[in-house]
C-alpha cells in the first residue's frame, strides 16, 4: 500500500551538491514525519535527517547538520533532502523511509557516490 520512490543519486565530486527527491503514495502523507536514511557498506543504516508533518520540525544528523537540508512538499506528497559539501564519506545508499502504525516503509534507495 505505502510507496515510496527515491530519485536524483548519482555520483558528484567532493564540495559538490545534489538533491534527492521521495514521491510517497498509499497514506495520508501530510501527518506523517518522513526520513532520510543511508547505509554505506558494512556500515548501519543511518538517519541522516527527518521532518514533521507540517514541515515545521527537522532534525540532522551531526554529520550532516550545515551541510543538508530536508523539506517536503504535502501539495506533492513528495520529500527532498538537499546535500551541499558534498564529503566521500556522505557515499551511501540513500533511503525514504516513514513509520506508519508501527511499520517501517522503505523505498527502494538511490546510490550517492562522492568521488574525485
Known amino acids: 500500500q505505502v510507496q515510496l520512490v527515491e530519485s536524483g543519486g548519482g555520483l558528484v565530486q567532493p564540495g559538490g551538491s545534489l538533491r534527492l527527491s521521495c514521491a510517497a503514495s498509499?497514506?495520508?502523507?501530510?501527518?506523517?514525519?518522513m526520513n532520510w536514511y543511508r547505509q554505506a557498506p558494512g556500515k548501519e543504516r543511518e538517519l541522516v535527517a527527518g521532518?514533521?508533518?507540517?514541515?515545521?520540525?527537522?532534525k540532522y544528523a551531526d554529520s550532516v547538520k550545515g551541510r543538508f537540508t530536508i523539506s517536503r512538499d504535502n501539495a506533492k506528497n513528495m520529500v527532498y533532502l538537499q546535500m551541499n559539501s558534498l564529503k566521500p564519506e556522505d557515499s551511501a545508499v540513500y533511503y525514504c523511509?516513514?513509520?506508519?502504525?508501527?511499520?517501517?516503509?522503505w523505498g527502494q534507495g538511490t546510490q550517492v557516490t562522492v568521488s574525485s
Open positions: 498509499g497514506f495520508t502523507f501530510n501527518i506523517f514525519t
Open positions: 521532518i514533521s508533518g507540517t514541515g515545521r520540525i527537522t
Open positions: 523511509n516513514v513509520v506508519r502504525n508501527g511499520y517501517n516503509s
